[in-house]
C-alpha cells in the first residue's frame, strides 16, 4: 500500500478532527487485510485492467463490493483505479478505436455504479504523442461527464483523480485549465526517484534535494511541488503528495554511490 498525503494536513489528526476538503489517500493493492481505516479519507483500489479491445479483465480481488461496503461503514471513500504501470500500451490502443472506447467506458461505469465505487483514479503512465494525448483528454472528460451523472443518482460527489509522476515533464503535455476542469486532484508520485533505473544509489522519496546527487538535475519532493503550484499555476487544493510505504535498497556502502557493479535491488512491498 502506497499513501497519498495532501500537503497541507497534519497526517496525526483524527478524521472528525481533519478539514473536509484535506485528503488522506491510500493505494490498495492485492487482498486487503487489517485495514486501518481510521488513517484515510479515500483508498484508490488498484487495478483495474482491460486489453487494447476495451475488454476489462476482472482480476483478484478488483472490483470488490465487499471492500467498498467496509470502508463506507467506516466513512471512507474508495475510487477504482485503472491502469497502473506498464498499461499504457492498452490505453492507446482504446483510445485509438472509438468502439473500444466506448465498450471500455461502458464497462467501467457499470463496475463503478454495481460495486458501489466513489469514482475513478486514471493511472495512464503516460501519454506519448500528440494522438494519445487527444485520446486522454477524451477519455477524461466522457468518465468526469458519466461520474457526474452517477453522483447525481447517487446523492453524492463522484470524484476523478489522475496519478502523476513526479517528473514535472510527464504533467506538460496536459493544460491547467484541463486539469482545473476535470480532476478534483491529481495524486503526485513524489517517490521512485530512485531505483535500479539509476546509476547511483539514493533517497527513493527525498523531501529535499541531496548535494551528493550526482551529475544531472537535482529531485526532490520539494522541487516537484514547487514546479507544479510555481511554474504551472496549479492550484494546492489540487495537488496531493505522494508518500511510499515501502523502501529499495542499493548494494553500495554509502548513499549515492555508483551502482554500476552493485547487485540490482528489490522492492519489499508492504
Known amino acids: 500500500m502506497l499513501t497519498v498525503l495532501s500537503a497541507s494536513s497534519p497526517s496525526f489528526a483524527a478524521p472528525e478532527e481533519r478539514d473536509k476538503d484535506n485528503v488522506f489517500v491510500g493505494y490498495l493493492f492485492g487482498q486487503p487485510r487489517d485495514i486501518n481505516f481510521r488513517l484515510y479519507t479515500h483508498l484508490c483500489h488498484a487495478f483495474l485492467v482491460a486489453d487494447g ?4 479483465e476482472q482480476r ?6 465487499e ?3 467496509n470502508a463506507h461503514k467506516a466513512g471512507v471513500k ?11 500500451r492498452q490505453f492507446a490502443s482504446i483510445v485509438a478505436k472509438p468502439e473500444a472506447e466506448d465498450r471500455y467506458v461502458k464497462s467501467v461505469m457499470a463496475i463503478v455504479d454495481e460495486s458501489d465505487y466513489d469514482g475513478i483514479d486514471l493511472d495512464w503512465e503516460y501519454p506519448d504523442n500528440e494522438k494519445e494525448i487527444v ?5 477524461t472528460r466522457r468518465l468526469r461527464k458519466q461520474l457526474d451523472a452517477v453522483g447525481e443518482q447517487k446523492k453524492r460527489r463522484m470524484v476523478l483523480t489522475m496519478a502523476a509522476s513526479s517528473n514535472p ?19 503526485v508520485m513524489t517517490y521512485d526517484f530512485t531505483g535500479n533505473w539509476t546509476n547511483y544509489a539514493g533517497h527513493h522519496s527525498p523531501l529535499f534535494a541531496s548535494s551528493k546527487q550526482p551529475g544531472g538535475t537535482a529531485r526532490s519532493t520539494e522541487l516537484t511541488m514547487k514546479d507544479l ?5 496549479i492550484l494546492a ?20 554511490a555508483s551502482t554500476k557493479d552493485a547487485p540490482k535491488n528489490r522492492v519489499p512491498w508492504g
Do not use: C, H, Q
Open 229 to 233: 503550484l510555481e511554474e504551472r499555476g
Open 67 to 69: 471492500l467498498t461496503g
Open 135 to 139: 485520446g486522454f483528454e477524451r477519455l
Open 60 to 65: 483478484g480481488n478488483v472490483p470488490s463490493r
Open 169 to 187: 515533464g510527464t504533467l506538460r503535455w496536459l493544460s491547467k485549465e484541463f486539469l482545473l476542469e476535470t480532476m478534483d486532484w491529481v495524486n
Open 53 to 56: 479491445e476495451g475488454k476489462v
Open 78 to 88: 474508495v475510487i477504482l483505479s485503472l491502469g497502473g504501470w506498464g498499461w499504457d
Open 237 to 256: 487544493d489540487r495537488l496531493a503528495v505522494g508518500s511510499p510505504l515501502y523502501g529499495r535498497s542499493f548494494g553500495v556502502k554509502e548513499p549515492y
